[in-house]
């Protein structure tokens, strides 16, 4: 066969350093264009993005020639760039979760991807990940699921910080 023919949607999760409400609802439109324009550049698609002040969901159309983590490194480093000028100190969390997203189940995901507003309310982003790891069949270890700003109650941490 002279041509490969593959398309790979990935349904891709991934939160702000230490999951600070980073991203502001005046520049959270903004931010996904952004998305969509790296992967246009890029040579992939997105189909879908949404979010909330300190995650991003996102569809990802993967071509053959193209890994999904030098994907996710685009829109990660590419989106930062952008954000640091709107946001002091505006970082990604180093990692992500990424789903496989059968063609049967794209309406689905499109939906939970565009429910993201209406969720939050009932449900923390740990518990939806939680949720979203196990129904994968995913293990995953708790240190980092839970990986949020230190408390400034550890006194280990007051002897050793200046400020957070």
Not at 61 to 70: E, I, M, N, V
Not at 98 to 110: I, K, M
Not at 140 to 151: A, D, G, I, K, T
């Amino acid at each position: 066969m002279a041509h490969t023919y593959a398309i790979n949607h990935l349904h891709v999760v991934f939160s702000t350093k230490h999951r600070k409400p980073m991203i502001s609802p005046e520049w959270e439109n903004e931010l996904h264009a952004i998305f969509h324009g790296i992967a246009r550049e890029k040579k992939f698609g997105i189909d879908c993005s949404g979010g909330m002040e300190d995650h991003v969901h996102v569809m990802v159309q993967l071509p053959a020639k193209l890994d999904l983590s030098r994907a996710v490194q685009f829109l990660k480093a590419n989106s930062s760039r952008w954000a640091k000028p709107r946001r002091a100190g505006f970082m990604w969390q180093e990692g992500f979760s990424a789903f496989s997203v059968s063609a049967s189940g794209l309406d689905q995901v499109r939906r939970y991807i565009g429910a993201q507003k209406d969720r939050h309310p009932k449900m923390s982003f740990e518990d939806e990940l939680r949720a979203l790891l196990r129904k994968h069949g995913i293990k995953w270890e708790e240190q980092y699921l839970l990986e949020r700003m230190p408390s400034l109650r550890d006194s280990n941490l007051m002897r050793s910080c200046t400020h957070l």
